[in-house]
């Protein structure tokens, strides 16, 4: 019986062989298979690898970046790896393997090593030993949180994105201890266990410091955080001397700082600025008197924290005007008018124009640093705003002038009297009338025909005398009488086109020294035309009245 037992295990044992002996030395596998457990995780975590391939055979495993599939070839294929194990044999019955491995820091062999390994998708392949066709791939996540900007000054908004969490799942994020707050994005990891926010720096002194984020499934994963010093100044820009309000955030804490402006420490600052415990100032100082330039201003501590920010001294174009004048206090025609200005061009051709009467006022030069003065009489302008401009052919400053607009008086006419007799070559005289602008006047002489308003035959503008001599040359008046006097009326304009009210008319008669003339038809200064009108209109009514009487005395009667 025993030998019978012998013989049946021989029997199996060259069976066995038998077999080993057809199996192909490199057998077309189809259920090739690799899992990875976690299948996510951080650089230096350790990861279990699980396979599949032929029995009793040896395999390789391939940690990459690059993605590939079955039928790849290592080395082709796929250029940048590190070598994880040889599998020598697989299990004898169902060719499974096992084998466990860290998440390396670097990725060092392949034409295109080394490379190093960050956040994001990986890859494991499995070839046969002697073979670098890919049979099976399994992929992996090293999970982690990047940050953009990876340092920045407090204050400043930081992007977290993160990947190989797990899927929709609520995280939380801290910084240095404390948890933080978004304050954009979604607090929920996605279907593939990404995430993304935003979230504010708070306030801190420079240095590094641990972000983290975890998942309510405990998976976690952190990134450093550098703060670097910030340096802003109000305003950018500005005149030599101007005033600069200094802001400074991420220096050390506690500690002086030193400002400076292209490398020269201010004298015009405090002599020493220290921050707070936080790594805060503020301060301000002058611009020092230099010219128009950029400015590097810098701010340093004792631990060599630096903070940087540009200041831009810029050549002021300005303009200003004495007097200034307004509605209630106005400039008049002759008054003398100073404009200064400064920051045009230097040694320019300055050009001073009135653009609302579009007339030019006066011209210069401008000096080496680009200021002038001009002093000049106003011209006659009409009343109302004016714009002056100044200009050196780049830059035009305006500025506003107003011209008064009060009327001037009226005359009051003096010879002829009203009514009384003139030559030919009549003499007419009125009052004088005193304005700021000066004034001219216009003179009217009209016919002695019965018209209203009577007809001019004679006018004269721009008169600078109150008074007027009809001349030989003008033979417009001729011999009148009382009845059909001339009339006469006298207004003044001033220099800015204000034009006053006319005056009264007054009459007068043309006639011989010897002439007997009738007396006038009364004290009222009406011309003889009127009173013989009014007769005509009275004795019209009263025969209408008696007319009337007549029809009415026979109805009377009855």
């Not at 890919?134 to 990876?150: D, H, K, N």
């Not at 005398?465 to 006298?490: A, H, I, M």
């Amino acid at each position: 019986m025993r030998h019978h037992k012998i013989f049946h295990a021989l029997a199996l044992g060259v069976i066995f062989w038998l077999l080993l002996a057809v199996i192909p030395a490199n057998p077309v596998l189809a259920a090739e298979s690799v899992w990875l457990f976690p299948d996510s995780g951080e650089i230096g975590d350790s990861i279990t690898i699980k396979g599949k391939a032929s029995p009793m055979d040896a395999v390789a495993i391939y940690f990459s970046s690059q993605p590939a599939k079955v039928g790849d070839r290592i080395d082709k294929d796929v250029t940048v790896y590190n070598p994880i194990r040889e599998i020598k044999r697989t299990s004898f019955l169902t060719g499974e393997f096992e084998v466990s491995f860290d998440v390396p820091e670097l990725l060092e062999d392949g034409d295109n090593a080394p490379e190093d390994v960050h956040t994001g998708s990986y890859y494991v392949y499995v070839t046969y030993y002697d073979k670098n066709y890919i049979e099976a791939v399994g992929g992996f996540t090293v999970r982690g949180i990047s940050l953009t900007p990876a340092e920045a000054s407090p204050g400043s908004e930081v992007n977290i994105g993160g990947v190989g969490f797990t899927k929709n799942k609520y995280f939380t994020i801290t910084y240095d201890g404390e948890e933080l707050e978004l304050i954009g994005g979604s607090n929920k990891t996605d279907a593939n266990g990404n995430l993304s926010g935003t979230v504010l720096i708070p306030e801190g002194v420079a240095g590094e410091y641990a972000v983290g984020v975890s998942d309510r499934a405990n998976k976690k994963a952190s990134a450093t955080f550098t703060v670097i010093p910030r340096l802003v100044i109000d305003p950018a820009s500005g005149e030599a001397k101007d005033k600069v309000a200094v802001t400074g955030v991420g220096f050390g804490g506690g500690v002086t700082v030193s400002i400076t402006v292209n490398g020269t420490r201010l004298t015009t600052a405090p002599p020493t600025v220290k921050t707070d415990n936080h790594g805060s100032f503020t301060a301000s100082f002058r611009m020092p008197d230099v010219v128009a330039d950029n400015y590097d201003i810098e701010a340093e501590d004792e631990a060599g924290n630096k903070g940087n920010a540009q200041f831009t001294v810029i050549k002021m174009t300005k303009v200003s005007i004495s007097p200034v004048t307004c509605h209630g206090s106005p400039g008049y025609v002759g008054m003398e008018l100073t404009i200064s200005g400064a920051g045009f061009k230097g040694n320019s051709f300055i050009t001073i124009a009135d653009t609302t009467s579009d007339v030019l006022l006066t011209t210069l030069r401008s000096d080496a640093d680009g200021a002038f003065q001009a002093t000049f009489r106003v011209p006659e302008l009409k009343f109302g705003e004016h714009i002056i401009t100044v200009s050196d052919g780049a830059s035009t400053m305006p500025i506003t002038f107003v011209m008064e607009s009060q009327v001037p008086p009226q005359p009051v006419l003096l010879s002829p009297e009203a009514h009384a007799r003139a030559d030919v070559q009549a003499y007419l005289d009125w009052s004088d009338v005193s304005d700021p602008s000066g004034v001219t006047y216009t003179l009217q002489i009209a016919s002695p025909d019965i018209l209203m308003p009577p007809l001019v035959i004679l006018e004269k503008k721009g008169l600078t005398d109150s008074e007027y001599t009809v001349t030989e040359e003008e033979k417009l008046l001729k011999l009148t009488q009382y009845e059909r006097p001339y009339v006469w009326r006298v207004r003044a304009i001033d220099g800015a086109s204000n034009e006053g009210e006319w005056s009264d008319y007054h009459s007068f008669y043309i006639a011989p020294a010897q002439a007997k003339l009738l007396p006038p038809p009364s004290q009222s200064g009406r011309p003889g035309w009127l009173r013989y009108l009014g007769i005509g209109l009275a004795a019209a009514g009263v025969g209408f009245l008696v007319c009337w009487w007549r029809q009415r005395r026979p109805l009377l009667s009855d």
